[in-house]
């Protein structure tokens, strides 16, 4: 596993037995076809990520697909996920989901600089994003 990229991993769960996806996506509390979407969803990202791509205020054309409202609550679904802050927010979560550090990524968030012309907001970032309760570290 450790020698996988990232698209290797979405390809390898897309071709795993549907019981072992749907045991996987339970682990972080989804639907096997809604991990899916969202492993495809980061792929892109760290992809941008990967080639020096910018990130800020991009608009990603594969939206993930997200669990009802009741089952994450943790998520916003009225969020846009076609924007940086929605991918974001999939990390987030599947790291707090991981029982993984979840302090690094708010810390990286809050450190943006408050510019009035280039608003943490063009990336999809709702005004009190510190105070949701995936963002609160």
């Known amino acids: 596993m450790e020698i996988l990229d990232w698209g290797g991993l979405v390809w390898l769960f897309g071709f795993s037995p549907r019981g072992v996806q749907d045991e996987v996506a339970a682990a972080f509390d989804l639907r096997a076809p ?20 910018r990130l800020f205020n991009r608009a990603f054309a594969l939206r993930p697909k997200l669990p009802p409202a009741h089952r994450a609550r943790e998520l916003d679904v009225s ?4 924007r940086s ?4 927010t999939l990390v987030q979560y599947l790291l707090r989901a991981s029982g993984e550090r979840t302090t690094l990524l708010p810390a990286v968030m ?12 063009h990336m999809g970032a709702p005004r009190d994003w510190p105070h949701l309760d995936l963002w609160r570290s």
Do not use: M
Request: aromatic share 10%; hydrophobic share 40%.
């Open 34 to 53: 809604q991990l899916e979407s969202w492993l495809k969803s980061l792929n892109i990202v760290r992809n941008v990520c990967a080639h020096h791509g």
């Open 110 to 121: 809050r450190s943006y600089p408050d510019v009035t012309r280039i608003p943490v907001t």
């Open 79 to 82: 969020a846009d996920f076609t």
């Open 85 to 88: 802050f929605g991918q974001l």
